[in-house]
Structure formats: structure tokens, C-alpha cells
């Protein structure tokens, strides 16, 4: 059953904090823990490979880790690093606010600080929603592929990530590892 959004954005905007993230999740507003410098760096290196992919595939934009979706349970997420079809742009344009609709695919950067519950949780919102996910473990080095219509894939840090929905995509793990 969908959570419905029972805030308005002008809330969920004056909800937060200076310098902190937070979600929509389950009818709460929901602070996200803060991030360390290795994660930021490998988000960096994420940025980069999508930023080149979308510039060589102008048919999908990147999007970074504070733009706003709406997953198909009513929370609003914020994937670190995120794909999307232009074709799915309501009117072809970028939304002003959050997006009503959830990213093809969400990279995310497993952190010290996420519980396994907010993890799940997260994962099922993605999967409920059809998206795409690339959970990056760093303290693993080990990444892990879920999409929604094939079997659970595990990538490791010697191999090439390959996202069969992102024509052309390639991402040398190695050069996301060696921090």
C-alpha cells in the first residue's frame, strides 16, 4: 500500500537542516547520516563516468544526490547519483521541484552509518518502483547490481560494471576502489 505524502513541499523544505539530506520515508521526515570524505570521492568518480556517459547518450540526464523522486510507495528518495530517460520528463522538461517519478537508475554509496533496516527499506522502494539499483560497498569493494527483471548481480572491484538498460554503459570498478 502507497504511503501518501501528508506534508507539502514548502514543509518538507523548512523540515530540514543546514548541510544535511533527508527523505520523505513512511509518512516522516527522515535525516540521512552524514557521509565521509572517501564516500564523497567515489561519488565524485561516479558523477564523472555518468557525466561522460550522458554527454556521448544525450537521451538519458544524470542527476546528483539532491534532486528529490517519488517512489511508487509515496516516499520521496535521494539516490547519491542518478540516470533518467529524457523520454519519461513530463512535457520533455526537468521538474522545478522533486520529480513525480523515480529514477531509471539510483547509484547509491553504502556508508558506515546506514542501518541494514534503512537499507532494505531502500532497496525495496527501488524494486517496488521498476528502478535500476548499484549499491557500491567501499568497505567490500564489491558492487551490487539489482534490477528489476533479472536475478541479483555482484561485481567486484577487478571487473567492469555493465547496466544492460544503459546502452554503452561501462564502469571500471578498479578505478572507483583505489582511493
Known sequence: M????????????AAGEESRKWEWVGGEVCFMTPVNFRHEIVLARVITYLVEYC?????????????????????????????VSRAR???GRVPERRAEFSPDVAFEILSPGNTAGEVQ????????????????????????????????????????????????????LNSLFTV
Not at 517519488?70 to 547519491?80: A, E
Not at 534490477?147 to 544492460?164: A, K, M, T
Request: proline share 7%; with cysteine.
Open 55 to 83: 554527454r556521448l547518450h544525450p537521451e538519458w540526464i544524470w542527476v546528483p544526490s539532491n534532486a528529490v523522486f517519488t517512489m511508487s510507495s509515496g516516499n520521496w528518495r535521494l539516490p547519491d547519483a542518478s540516470i
Open 121 to 172: 527499506l531502500k532497496k525495496k522502494d527501488y524494486q517496488e518502483s521498476g528502478v535500476t539499483q548499484v549499491w557500491i560497498d567501499l568497505d567490500k569493494r564489491v558492487v551490487e547490481l539489482i534490477c528489476p527483471d533479472r536475478p541479483l548481480q555482484f561485481f567486484r572491484e577487478d571487473q567492469i560494471l555493465v547496466i544492460d538498460s544503459l546502452p554503452g554503459f561501462s564502469l571500471d
Open 2 to 13: 502507497a504511503t501518501k505524502a501528508t506534508i507539502s513541499w514548502e514543509q518538507f523544505l
Open 89 to 91: 520528463l513530463p512535457q
